[in-house]
């Protein structure tokens, strides 16, 4: 059994969808991270960065040491189970490119454009929000040409490096605009094929379980520098 600890964010739907996919036993533990859960002792026991997701494999043969980072869980399971990611040669490393792909770009530069085009306060100055914007906008743009004339990012069939990209391409009119994400068509097909897969259905489902028992953002007491209490969320 894997306890995973985690909220309504992207970053725990990649996570929901391993599991799924997998076919892993798991339960899952809310963290409510707008009444500022993630700060409570016991959640900084499993992650001192306090950010979810966090996991802990509980089987007997396994270490059951929390690992926390999504990347670093999604690469666990992998190798847990050896699927999703090839065991070596060229499209083992293809797709922990594109899985870096998330973690250093579409991953920042997306969760900046939501914190500053939805959280930031009126009378910020525009450059941060238009910079994130225009970073995520081209890292898109890549995206959306790596997946002409193929079905996933990797090889034949789904990897990680899908698994981890997909939660941010889930809504992108919603993100930016009806007409960006139209120009988007081989993106929207990849994100079609993947929102029809039995265990990416099953994984949100679970996750939006999860999301209904947390503080909703709009009811957080944030201040107007995004923080809750002193502390960020």
């Not at 995206?143 to 981890?164: F, K």
Request: proline content about 5%.
């Amino acid at each position: 059994m894997i306890d995973l600890y985690g909220s309504g964010s992207p970053n725990v739907t990649r996570i929901f969808i391993a599991l799924e996919e997998l076919g892993l036993p798991y339960r899952a533990h809310a963290v409510d991270i707008f009444a500022g859960q993630q700060f409570e002792d016991w959640f900084g026991l499993l992650n001192p960065n306090r950010k979810v997701p966090v996991i802990v494999d509980r089987n007997e043969t396994a270490n059951q040491q929390p690992i926390f980072e999504s990347a670093a869980i999604l690469i666990y399971l992998a190798e847990k189970t050896g699927r999703l990611l090839a065991a070596s040669g060229h499209e083992r490393y293809d797709a922990l490119q594109w899985l870096m792909v998330q973690v250093t770009t579409v991953g920042p530069m997306m969760g900046q454009h939501v914190h500053f085009s939805r959280y930031a306060p009126e009378t910020s100055p525009n450059y941060a929000a238009d910079r994130y914007k225009t970073q995520a906008q081209r890292v898109l743009g890549v995206m959306n040409l790596r997946l002409q004339d193929r079905d996933y990012l990797v090889g034949d069939d789904l990897t990680l490096a899908d698994i981890a990209l997909f939660p941010w391409c889930r809504n992108l009119s919603a993100l930016f605009s009806e007409d960006f994400a139209r120009t988007l068509t081989n993106i929207e097909r990849w994100r079609q094929k993947l929102s029809d897969r039995p265990s990416v259905i099953a994984a949100l489902a679970a996750q939006d379980m999860l999301r209904q028992t947390s503080t909703k953002p709009e009811d957080a007491e944030l201040n107007r520098s995004g923080f809750a209490g002193g502390r960020f969320v």
